[in-house]
């Protein structure tokens, strides 16, 4: 499966802005989806998931992410977004989407996980 990341761009803190991860295939239900980013000089960090949708489409945040971040998918799109609110300057980062095809149990916290990657898309917060 492609996957494609849109929808970064320059915000002030404070502000949201929503994430959009595009897939290729119409078997993209099957699919869980994870974000992920990565600031210049740290290493890629998880900041949420979302089941395949025959499970429930049940999503998956670290604590960091909790109540700032919202991850939902539109099957008839192909179609993943991430909505972040309360944007800070430590939200600075690229921002990418992966797939894996687990079958069952959460998607997964590590990029180990996910054998499919969109290009990230640059997402700068200034204060």
């Known amino acids: 499966v492609q996957l494609q990341a849109s929808g970064g761009g320059l915000v002030q803190a404070g502000d949201s802005l929503r994430l959009s991860c595009a897939a290729s295939?119409?078997?993209?239900?099957?699919?869980?989806i994870g974000w992920f980013r990565q600031a210049p000089g740290k290493e890629r960090e998880f900041v949420g998931g979302?089941?395949?949708?025959?499970?429930?489409?049940?999503?998956y945040y670290p604590h960091s992410a909790k109540g700032r971040f919202t991850i939902s998918r539109d099957n008839a799109k192909n179609v993943v977004y991430l909505q972040m609110d309360s944007l800070i300057p430590e939200d600075t980062a690229v921002y990418y989407c992966?797939?894996?095809?687990?079958?069952?149990?959460?998607?997964?916290?590590?990029?180990?996980?996910?054998?499919?990657w969109g290009q990230g898309t640059l997402v700068t917060v200034s204060s």
């Open positions: 992966a797939a894996n095809a687990r079958p069952s149990g959460s998607p997964g916290y590590d990029s180990d996980s996910y054998p499919y």
């Open positions: 295939r119409r078997t993209f239900i099957n699919y869980n």
């Open positions: 979302i089941r395949r949708s025959g499970s429930g489409g049940r999503t």
